[in-house]
């Protein structure tokens, strides 16, 4: 990848590649001493099928799920098997957002936050060793029929 596409000048992908495995340079960059306290409504979201990173989230949550007074953390952790139909509802409880005349709200459904250096062959494979065969094409829906709505529900503060 780096000889055909980034030819030397990506740091991020030549540190990605000396570190193959979860040494120094990954604990070092870690984030989850970090979480010390749960102020907001937290959803872990997770398939049993992401090779990607099924541990992140799961750490993730173990990590906030002691530090929980409020009842804040959730994971979801879904079958999220293809062409299967799946419902994730997040309720922000108290926690409104206040969006002023004019704004407007943008979802994001995506499969993977960096696609150009960890790209997701969608099958369990080593993906040190995987080849351009060896990736599958994935399709993410949001389905907005009369059997599976999708919507976005607020409340009005007047």
């Avoid at 740091?11 to 960059?29: L, V």
């Avoid at 750490?59 to 959730?74: A, F, M």
């Avoid at 005349?101 to 995506?110: E, S």
Wanted: with cysteine; net charge negative.
């Amino acid at each position: 990848m780096n000889a055909r596409f980034l030819h030397g000048v990506s740091p991020t992908w030549d540190n990605f590649m000396a570190h193959s495995t979860y040494d120094g340079y990954w604990e070092a960059g870690s984030t989850l001493p970090d979480l010390t306290d749960v102020a907001v409504p937290t959803l872990n979201v997770v398939g049993w099928w992401d090779a990607a990173n099924l541990g992140g989230a799961l750490d993730i949550y173990d990590r906030l799920e002691p530090l929980d007074k409020k009842n804040l953390n959730r994971i979801v952790v879904g079958p999220c098997r293809p062409d299967e139909v799946n419902e994730f509802a997040i309720n922000l409880r108290t926690r409104n957002h206040r969006f002023r005349k004019g704004h407007r709200i943008i979802v994001q459904v995506q499969c993977s936050w960096f696609p150009l250096i960890d790209r997701n062959p969608q099958a369990f494979t080593n993906i040190m060793t995987t080849v351009e065969g060896d990736y599958q094409s994935a399709c993410q829906r949001v389905y907005c029929t009369e059997q599976h709505p999708s919507y976005i529900e607020l409340s009005i503060r007047k």
